[in-house]
């Protein structure tokens, strides 16, 4: 698989049918307008899901709305279920069954699907969960958030596992990650999530809507019937625990190849780059804006992406961060991806946070404002012992 | 060239579709485009608004805080969205239910009475496409042609029988953003 | 066949003397089905699981679609199903049963798909996962053994346990001003439209455990013939739990258990028995399904009261 070093918000290479401003006769672009959710959902198909399941949650009610209408125009299995609970126990159901499956839903309804993903983990069953991010803790709100990254890549469901997740930041991307999203879901035999936000799934853009179909592996565990053969059990119970220890280790050893092998980030403008700015999805796009009006000002400034958020792409940032003198993480919660960011440093250079709460998307300028706070109190090119109090910014960020 | 536009104004106003329509315009004419409404509550009545940058590369932000343009439709909009409006930035100002000046004399003020233009066109639902009119006139970032195309690409197969009418309404506009003085 | 002389899993009052629907080759006392592995289960004596295990496999093999039939595992004390059960089998968070069932079949419709769950698991944690997958008429088979107690965690109250009885958390015996009443699963789902068969089983003793087969062999063929959920209630012992000898656990099955949860079947749409409560149908679905089963608004309110069951 290819690594996506695409810049931030890279749109595929389209063919322009006709030069700019010809009018109505032009023959058409080769492109629709799709919202993300809806790109999401089609990309799915392409690639070839066989089952769906969800629940209504804004912002991702498009997504369900999508496969409603599609999946049995392609003779596929749709449910909408009656909670998330049964939505990704369905999922779980399908997938042992030997079905491509894809679920979605926003931060509440993740909370719920956390139960279906630890068994899900413990079964070794490939599904797609999209988590079109909202404001939290609680009901909260329906604006665009980043504040189930801890979640995601940490948390969820209860157990030793861990989920693929990665992090779009275009409708584009979006697309190809559903893709990439089940070709680790069926490789590594692992759930894998696509953290989006609501703005990634509620904007519109264009996209080429040639999707990628995905061939579809087989597999010696999944249940059809035993006919000929031995039965085969799907299960995450393992009552002795020397056993379920050795299921553990076949987990942790499944985690470390992924985490050699499927890191991903993309980087802009890291060359000499004085303060790093990390982000991912629609901050990354609100940091890419930031980063270049900073440039255009005189300071030195550059884009981390990470794509993977777990595994995170650690080694990457710190040599990308080494000749820094900050590094700035720009998300859409209170410090979540931060602490990553400080893990992967781990005390070589000062780490800054800058973020914003409850459905509030920062600005370019306030995002450019942080990084300049961060280059004026850092100092040049002084070494920073590991373990010294690194600056911070006050709860919240600059704003 | 990057052109960032917000569209604001009461729901029922047609505002998010008049962002797709440009969306849609800027895409025919092979450029990048973000199109982003605000949902929720707000699509359900009350105010609602959507935001549409134009580009000739990659877009970054998906957040406006220099708008090239902000289109305003009722007196709320006005108010909320004409500090956000850049330096010799374009506000167009729906002036049949804002009476109040926009009280910024660093950015062009194009008024046009666009409920009432609308109502002259056919119906008052079609206020918004009066007013994107209104600002492809003025500043022509788009071709036209692009949006009369658009308009057949967004109603084509839904509502075939409004392509005229908001073809009308939008030349209209389009009309009265070429010719409106600079307030 | 063979006439291998084996015990069954329980001492029973009196011989069995076969099944009423048993083909002519019932001069067999018993055999363990080919489905049922020689593995000896985990069940305390006297616990009837291992009595309903026994009549899913022969129903199996009478029917011949084992080879494409897929169990839906349950937590609870038959977690450990698919150790007893030759069949391909998944396991299902607690109460997730149905849903999980609903995913296997939507993805494997030509599959025989059929969940096994305690009362804890249908009755409680799953209610909303077994209503809704009835309101979809999900073709899959349930079959819910229901012996009043959780009895893996240590014997506590559960939705079913009947009025007064003592628990390990109703000590004083259930009351039903602060913990209820008993939760009469299969009546309510009987009132359902997408339930194709619902009946209630019993293993006190052989002449019911030869009725309880039938209901479960109804239940399968109902699946096969795709018209809507089937579930059979089985009425079962938990001695450990009821702190009772298994002798004396089949005696309370049939003088109190068997009082409070009437045996007999409810619905079977196919041949007119039982009544679906009037569904707000507004048309009926245009593929079918269970709204055509559905007697829509004209139903008159009285035929629609509570299900009783009928002679089974």
Redesign the interface.
């Given at each position: 698989m290819a690594v996506l070093d695409r810049p931030a918000g890279a749109g595929r290479p389209h063919v322009v049918a006709s030069p700019p401003g010809t009018g109505v006769e032009a023959p058409l672009p080769d492109r629709v307008l799709m919202k993300g959710n809806e790109a999401i959902a089609e990309a799915a198909i392409a690639a070839g899901c066989d089952a769906y399941f969800g629940y209504p949650i804004t912002p991702q009610a498009e997504l369900l709305e999508w496969m409603a209408r599609r999946m049995p125009e392609e003779g596929r299995a749709f449910v909408q279920a009656e909670s998330e609970l049964a939505a990704i126990n369905m999922a779980l159901g399908a997938a042992a069954a030997g079905a491509r499956v894809l679920v979605s839903s926003s931060s509440p309804g993740i909370s719920l699907m956390a139960e279906g993903m630890s068994y899900m983990a413990g079964s070794r069953l490939p599904v797609v969960l999209v988590n079109v991010m909202r404001g939290g803790p609680g009901l909260g709100s329906i604006g665009a958030s980043q504040a189930d990254y801890l979640q995601a890549t940490k948390g969820h469901g209860h157990g030793d596992y861990r989920v693929p997740v990665l992090a779009p930041s275009s409708i584009a991307e979006a697309i190809e990650l559903v893709g990439d999203a089940f070709v680790l879901a069926e490789r590594y035999r692992t759930p894998v999530m696509i953290l989006a936000d609501g703005i990634l799934g509620q904007a519109m853009e264009p996209v080429v809507p040639r999707f990628r179909s995905i061939p579809k592996p087989t597999a010696d565990w999944i249940l059809e019937g035993a006919a000929g053969r031995d039965p085969r059990v799907v299960r995450s119970l393992h009552i002795r625990p020397d056993e379920l220890e050795e299921a553990n280790e076949v987990l942790q050893a499944t985690y470390a190849e992924i985490t050699a092998k499927e890191r991903r980030w993309a980087g802009e403008s890291l060359d000499g780059a004085e303060v790093v700015v990390v982000a991912y999805g629609t901050a990354a796009r609100v940091a890419r804006t930031a980063v270049e009006r900073a440039r255009e000002d005189g300071l030195r400034a550059g884009l981390f992406r990470p794509i993977t958020l777990w595994p995170f792409p650690a080694p990457a940032l710190r040599e990308a961060a080494a000749g820094a003198r900050a590094v700035l993480a720009v998300e859409l919660s209170a410090g979540q991806l931060v602490e990553d960011v400080r893990l992967a440093i781990e005390g070589t250079v000062p780490v800054f946070h800058h973020g914003r709460t409850g459905g509030m998307v920062p600005s370019p300028d306030e995002v450019v404002a942080a990084m300049r706070k961060a280059w004026a109190v850092t100092p040049g090119k002084a070494p920073t012992r590991p373990g010294t109090v690194t600056p911070e910014t006050a709860p919240g960020g600059v704003r | 060239m990057e052109r960032s536009t917000i569209f604001a104004g009461f729901g029922g106003q047609g505002i998010l579709f008049a962002g797709?329509v440009l969306?849609?315009a800027a895409?025919?004419?092979?450029?990048?485009?973000?199109?982003?409404?605000s949902?929720?509550?707000e699509m359900r009545g009350g105010t609602a608004s959507c935001t549409v940058i134009v580009a000739d590369r990659?877009?970054?932000?998906?957040?406006v805080?220099?708008a090239d343009h902000a289109v305003v439709l009722n007196p709320p909009s006005m108010a909320r969205y004409t500090p956000l409006v850049a330096a010799e930035g374009l506000l167009v100002v729906n002036t049949t239910l804002i009476e109040a000046e926009p009280g910024r004399d660093d950015i062009e003020v194009l008024s046009v009475p666009c409920t009432a233009l609308a109502r002259r066109a056919g119906d008052d639902k079609l206020v918004s496409v009066v007013a994107l009119g209104a600002l492809v006139g003025r500043r022509r970032f788009?071709?036209p042609?692009?949006i009369?195309?658009a308009f057949t690409?967004v109603l084509g197969s839904k509502r075939p029988d409004m392509i005229a009418l908001d073809i009308a309404a939008f030349d209209a506009g389009y009309e009265a953003g070429l010719e409106e003085v600079i307030a | 066949m063979t006439m291998k002389p084996e015990v069954g899993p329980l001492p029973l009052r009196r011989p069995a003397t076969g099944t009423p629907d048993a083909p002519a080759a019932a001069r067999t006392i018993y055999r363990r089905p080919i489905l049922l592995s020689a593995q000896p289960t985990s069940y305390c004596p006297g616990c009837g699981h291992g009595i309903v295990h026994r009549l899913i496999a022969e129903v199996l093999e009478e029917l011949g679609v084992a080879d494409r039939t897929i169990l839906v595992g349950s937590v609870g004390c038959a977690v450990f199903a698919y150790d007893y059960l030759r069949l391909d089998a998944v396991e299902s968070p607690h109460g997730r049963a149905a849903a999980v069932a609903t995913g296997v079949k939507r993805y494997r419709p030509d599959r025989v798909v059929f969940t096994y769950q305690g009362d804890g698991d249908l009755a409680a944690i799953g209610t909303a996962e077994i209503v809704h997958a009835a309101a979809r008429g999900e073709r899959i088979t349930v079959i819910f053994v229901n012996n009043g107690i959780y009895g893996m965690t240590g014997g506590q109250m559960a939705p079913t346990t009947l009025a007064g009885q003592k628990t390990t958390s109703s000590p004083l015996g259930r009351d039903t001003r602060t913990q209820g009443y008993p939760l009469p699963v299969t009546e309510l789902l009987s009132l359902l439209p997408g339930v194709a068969y619902a009946a209630r089983g019993c293993i006190a003793e052989p002449g019911l455990i030869g009725k309880t087969k039938a209901m479960i062999r109804r239940a399968f063929d109902v699946q096969l013939e795709d018209t809507g959920l089937s579930i059979v209630e089985v009425l079962s012992t938990c001695p450990v739990g009821w702190g009772m000898t298994p002798t004396e656990s089949m005696q309370r099955l049939e003088s109190e258990v068997m009082g409070a949860y009437p045996v007999g079947l409810f619905v079977d749409r196919a041949k007119g028995v039982g009544q679906a409560m009037p569904a707000p149908v507004g048309r009926a679905s245009p593929a079918g399904g269970c709204a055509a089963a559905a007697p829509g608004p004209g139903v008159p309110a009285k035929e629609a009261g509570p299900a009783r069951p009928a002679e089974a």
């Open positions: - | 797709r969306a849609e895409m025919v004419e092979g450029r990048e485009v973000l199109w982003i409404p949902y929720g509550p990659q877009i970054g932000s998906p957040i805080d220099r788009v071709e042609g692009s009369h195309a690409r | -």
